[in-house]
């Protein structure tokens, strides 16, 4: 059986320009995978079912949730979130890493179920800075914006449980990239990671 792989939960306040960072993760690093949420929150442009999410009614995520289908979920800006357990799973069992990409309740769930989880806070640099980038999105109303920073500020107050924390600069978005690569590997050599390499001398 391969070695289980581990996860990596990757959070970060929307409009912290989160999504574009963790594309050119997913370049640099295609043997990670990345795992696909289910939401009640409509799609926004350019969206995919099955792709950037699952997104499904509220009934439907109920009933995951109460079939135990979820590994974690939370309701965010009142939108449900979770993370669906069999792909998961598989994923992990075949040896591949996983990344979620999910905020702090999320995060404090999967620390309990899997405590050798790596966690990585993905944070803007300023909280004008990330008004500015929700902005400029164009993709939410004022009011989503106001709410979104509010609920920002209480994740950004949750950082110092991370493992790491990564600063996302303006136009540093190859950097800031690369940082979150060289925290995967760094990871994956950790002593207790590797002790099937180590025992495999001794047999
Ligand atoms: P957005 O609506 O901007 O795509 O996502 C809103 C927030 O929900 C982001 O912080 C994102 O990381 C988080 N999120 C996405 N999927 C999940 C999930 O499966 N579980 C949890 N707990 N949070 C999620």
Redesign the pocket.
């Known amino acids: 059986m391969a070695k289980p792989g581990f996860l990596v939960v990757?959070?970060?306040?929307?409009g912290g320009g989160?999504?574009t960072v963790m594309r050119r993760v997913r370049e640099m690093m295609p043997e990670i995978a990345l795992?696909v949420?289910?939401?009640t929150?409509p799609p926004?442009e350019g969206e995919e079912d099955g792709r950037?999410?699952y997104f499904m009614d509220r009934d439907a995520f109920e009933e995951m949730v109460a079939r135990e289908e979820?590994l974690?979920?939370?309701c965010?800006?009142g939108?449900y979130?979770?993370?669906p357990k069999r792909e998961a799973r598989r994923i992990l069992e075949s040896g591949k890493n996983l990344i979620?990409?999910?905020?702090v309740?999320?995060?404090a769930?999967i620390k309990r179920l899997y405590p050798d989880a790596v966690s990585i806070m993905l944070m803007p640099p300023t909280i004008e800075e990330m008004r500015q980038r929700l902005l400029g999105r164009g993709t939410e109303s004022l009011e989503t914006v106001e709410k979104?920073l509010a609920r920002a500020r209480e994740?950004i107050r949750l950082a110092p449980g991370y493992d790491y924390i990564v600063v996302n600069r303006r136009d540093e978005i190859e950097a800031c990239a690369r940082h979150i690569c060289e925290i995967i590997r760094a990871e994956s050599a950790r002593a207790c990671r590797m002790t099937d390499e180590i025992e495999a001398f001794f047999i």
Do not use: F, V
Not at 10 to 14: C, E, H, L, M, R
Not at 100 to 103: A, M, Q, R
């Open positions: 990757i959070s970060g306040p929307s989160k999504g795992s949420s289910a939401t929150r926004r950037e999410y979820m974690e979920y939370t965010y800006c939108n979130y979770g993370t979620l990409e999910i905020e309740e999320g995060n769930q979104r994740e």
